[in-house]
C-alpha cells in the first residue's frame, strides 16, 4: 500500500513507525548516522498532505543501537532533528519523536508494549483512542496498535 493511499478522513492523530516507513529500512543494520539515513520515495508527499489533515502526528520507534552501543543517544537525537528539518522543508512536520532503546520485550516501552503510546496519552491528554491509527510496516507495529486499541494500517 502507498502512503498516500491510505484513508485517514476519520483520525485526528497519526502515529508513524521511523524504519521502513519515514526511512528506508537498514535490514540486519541501524541507521547510526545522517549519512545513513535515507527517506523513502513519497514520504515528504504523504507528510505534506498529513500535515493539513491531522492534529498530532508522531513517531514511535524503536531505537536498539543504542542500547547497544553501536549509537549514542546524542547521535539518535541528532539524525532525527536533521529528519525533522527536511520533512518541514517540505511541507510536513512531526509533532514528537517518541523512542525506546531498550532491548528486551520486557520494558513495556518498547513496541509492541503500549508505553509509548501511554507516554502520548500522558504528554497529550486530548488524544483519544478511537481517532488514532497507526502506520507501520512490521507485525510488530501491528501488535503495537493493537495493544494500544487503536487502528493499524500496514504498508
Known amino acids: 500500500m502507498h502512503l498516500l493511499d491510505i484513508d485517514i478522513t476519520v483520525y485526528d492523530t497519526l502515529l508513524l513507525d521511523r524504519d521502513g516507513v519515514i526511512n528506508k529500512l537498514r535490514p540486519n543494520d541501524y541507521v547510526k548516522c545522517w549519512d545513513e539515513f535515507e527517506?523513502?520515495?513519497g514520504v515528504f508527499e504523504a507528510l505534506a498532505k498529513w500535515n493539513q489533515h491531522f492534529k498530532y502526528i508522531f513517531i514511535v520507534t524503536n531505537q536498539r543501537g543504542v542500547g547497544k552501543g553501536v549509537?549514542?543517544?546524542q547521535v539518535l537525537l541528532d539524525v532525527h532533528a536533521r529528519m525533522c528539518e527536511e520533512i518541514v522543508k517540505h511541507g510536513g512536520r512531526i509533532d514528537k519523536i517518541y523512542y525506546c532503546?531498550?532491548?528486551?520485550e520486557a520494558d513495556n516501552r518498547r513496541k509492541p508494549g503500549n508505553g509509548m503510546f501511554l507516554d502520548i496519552l500522558n504528554d497529550y491528554p486530548d488524544v483519544k483512542t478511537d481517532k488514532c491509527v497507526m502506520i507501520g510496516d512490521s507485525d510488530s507495529d501491528m501488535l503495537?496498535?493493537?495493544?494500544?486499541l487503536i487502528k493499524g494500517v500496514k504498508i
Open 144 to 148: 503495537f496498535a493493537q495493544n494500544c
Open 39 to 41: 527517506f523513502l520515495p
Open 101 to 104: 532503546t531498550a532491548l528486551t
Open 71 to 73: 549509537m549514542s543517544e
